[in-house]
């Protein structure tokens, strides 16, 4: 069975910094590609950033490119995102996504929260 | 980037009835159009990938159609656990991929 379960969201202030990870499972990890893709309360999904599965290619949304940046570790079946210089407009349910092929995610985790905030 | 308006915004049907919801790409995106059921508190998940396939375990009562620009998504004899959010999304022009803004499946 196939599982994502991401960690490492929480309460942050404007301008700090907050590293998420997700764990992957079931699956061959490193044979495919991964995405953040999040939500803001109350609101509809946004793209954030994808990984091909040797991170030879790395996107990024306009909206966080030079702030955020997407990592993968295919010994430990983990995905990252360290995510500076955080704005109010970050906070949001960030989802981990595999892709089932180049961007369109199939499995998705359950998601965690990054509240931004003074 | 490629701009996805779904419509109606809220759908409301009884149970029992069929439920079609409506998906517009502002250019073509072939048919690399999915859709997907949110429901609160949960993660997305797949529903139809390919404007009309499938995804693994999706019943027959739940179709995707068109290409292009126009995309609907169908579902027949509408069940208590389809009531939900339902968002498209286009991953033919990216980065970045782009969703619509969702349309609320509600029961009349």
């Known amino acids: 069975e196939v599982q994502l379960v991401e960690s490492g969201g929480g309460l942050v202030k404007p301008g700090g910094s907050l590293r998420l990870s997700c764990a992957a499972s079931?699956?061959?990890?490193?044979?495919?590609?991964m995405n953040w893709v999040r939500q803001a309360p109350g609101k509809g999904l946004e793209w954030v950033s994808s990984?091909?599965?040797?991170?030879?290619?790395?996107y990024y949304a306009d909206s966080v490119k030079g702030r955020f940046t997407i990592s993968r570790d295919n010994a430990k079946n983990s995905l990252y995102l360290q995510m500076n210089s955080l704005r109010a407009e970050d906070t949001a349910v960030y989802y981990c996504?595999?892709?089932?092929?180049?961007?369109?995610?199939?499995?998705w985790g359950q998601g965690t929260l990054v509240t931004v905030s003074s | 980037e490629i701009v996805m308006t779904q419509s109606p915004a809220t759908l409301s049907v009884s149970p029992g009835e069929r439920a079609t919801l409506s998906c517009r790409a502002s250019?073509?995106?072939?048919?690399?159009l999915a859709w997907y059921q949110q429901k609160p508190g949960q993660a997305p998940r797949l529903l139809i990938y390919?404007?009309?396939t499938r995804a693994t375990g999706i019943p027959a009562r739940i179709s995707g159609s068109g290409s292009g620009t126009e995309f609907t998504l169908t579902i027949n004899s509408l069940q208590s656990e389809d009531f939900a959010f339902y968002y498209c999304?286009?991953?033919?022009?990216?980065?970045?991929?782009?969703f619509g803004q969702g349309t609320k499946l509600e029961i009349k």
């Open positions: 390919g404007a009309s």
């Open positions: 990984i091909s599965s040797s991170s030879s290619y790395i």
């Open positions: 250019q073509s995106v072939s048919s690399n």
């Open positions: 996504a595999r892709d089932l092929e180049i961007g369109l995610p199939d499995y």
């Open positions: 079931g699956f061959t990890f490193n044979s495919y590609s």
């Open positions: 999304q286009q991953y033919n022009n990216w980065p970045p991929y782009t």
